[in-house]
């Protein structure tokens, strides 16, 4: 039996087994889905990448996301994404076919930039997305040196309609300090409005939210805990308006350093 506990949506993680470079196994799936649940996850976007080493079969996805959910074991609701990134090919289709890679269909795109440099015309093809109706939501720029050397281009980015996705573990600091230090530079800069797990195996890179919430609420207030983990990204899975979805509130606590 699943204890009670507070609520948290997520949506962004790799869960389906032998789709990418998460989860390896149907059981592994079971693990990370088990994790997920008993930390207090009711809502779980399963979101393989697309990218040039991994190929996005929304049909298998359906397939595996079936077989979990008739395990009989407790688990989140799982709902069907995409981690895109933003390659020629994979902007070329989209642009063709958006709701293939939208989650659940719907209106918002989760997108990756590449690690080592913003590739010219980025703000073009943002812009086209939200000119199409398509809200791109900004994947874990906290842990991406070319994002984070510019934060006023993400504030621009936002400023147009794009939304910003934190990796949970990088608000707590497993990913280090740099990711740390930005991911709360950008809470700070009023630029975050979803935290997610971008959980890859049970263990190293886990599912669970619930340290992150607590360190979200304690640091910056409860209200800012359920907006970045609750009320957002239901909104994102609900397909609603993204006039509905606001970042987290500024807060500045004594003893803590954000960046300038």
Same mark, same amino acid.
């Given at each position: 039996?699943?204890?009670?506990?507070?609520?948290?949506?997520?949506? /962004?993680?790799?869960? $389906?087994?032998?789709?990418?470079?998460?989860?390896?196994?149907?059981?592994?799936?079971? @693990? $990370?889905?088990?994790?997920?649940?008993?930390?207090?996850?009711?809502?779980?976007?399963?979101?393989?990448?697309?990218?040039?080493?991994?190929?996005?079969?929304?049909?298998? =996805?359906?397939?595996?996301?079936?077989?979990?959910?008739?395990?009989?074991?407790?688990?989140?609701?799982?709902?069907?994404?995409?981690?895109?990134?933003?390659?020629?090919?994979?902007?070329?289709?989209?642009?063709?076919?958006?709701?293939?890679?939208?989650?659940?269909?719907?209106?918002?795109?989760?997108?990756?930039?590449?690690?080592?440099?913003?590739?010219?015309?980025?703000?073009?093809?943002?812009?086209? #997305?939200?000119?199409?109706? =398509?809200? %791109? =939501?900004?994947?874990?720029?906290?842990?991406?040196?070319? $994002?984070?050397?510019?934060?006023?281009?993400?504030?621009?980015?936002?400023?147009?309609?794009?939304?910003?996705?934190?990796?949970?573990?990088?608000?707590?600091?497993?990913?280090?300090?740099?990711?740390?230090?930005?991911?709360?530079?950008?809470?700070?800069?009023?630029?975050? /409005?979803?935290?997610?797990?971008?959980? /890859?195996? %049970?263990?190293?890179?886990?599912?669970?939210?619930?340290? @992150?919430?607590?360190?979200?609420?304690?640091?910056?207030?409860?209200?800012?805990? @359920?907006?970045? #983990?609750?009320?957002? %990204?239901?909104?994102? =899975?609900?397909?609603?308006?993204?006039?509905?979805?606001?970042?987290?509130? @500024?807060?500045?606590?004594?003893? #803590?350093?954000?960046?300038?």
């Amino acid at each position: 039996m699943i204890p009670c506990l507070i609520v948290m949506v997520d949506i /962004h993680s790799h869960v $389906l087994w032998g789709m990418d470079d998460g989860a390896e196994t149907y059981e592994e799936s079971l @693990a $990370l889905l088990k994790i997920a649940a008993e930390a207090g996850t009711t809502d779980i976007v399963a979101t393989p990448h697309s990218n040039t080493h991994y190929t996005f079969t929304p049909e298998l =996805i359906s397939a595996r996301i079936a077989q979990l959910q008739q395990s009989g074991h407790p688990m989140p609701r799982i709902h069907r994404g995409c981690d895109f990134h933003l390659n020629f090919a994979n902007i070329q289709e989209a642009s063709e076919n958006p709701s293939k890679f939208t989650i659940d269909h719907k209106n918002y795109l989760l997108v990756e930039f590449p690690d080592v440099t913003i590739p010219v015309g980025m703000g073009r093809v943002l812009s086209q #997305f939200i000119q199409s109706g =398509i809200v %791109p =939501i900004i994947t874990h720029p906290e842990r991406n040196d070319a $994002l984070m050397h510019d934060p006023k281009l993400l504030a621009q980015w936002v400023d147009e309609g794009c939304l910003i996705q934190v990796t949970a573990m990088s608000v707590v600091g497993t990913f280090g300090k740099s990711a740390l230090e930005h991911a709360w530079n950008l809470m700070d800069r009023r630029l975050v /409005h979803v935290v997610a797990s971008d959980a /890859h195996d %049970p263990v190293r890179r886990h599912p669970r939210l619930s340290d @992150a919430r607590t360190e979200v609420a304690r640091r910056a207030g409860e209200e800012n805990a @359920a907006r970045l #983990f609750k009320i957002n %990204p239901t909104a994102v =899975i609900e397909g609603r308006s993204s006039a509905v979805i606001e970042p987290m509130t @500024a807060t500045r606590r004594k003893g #803590f350093r954000f960046w300038s």
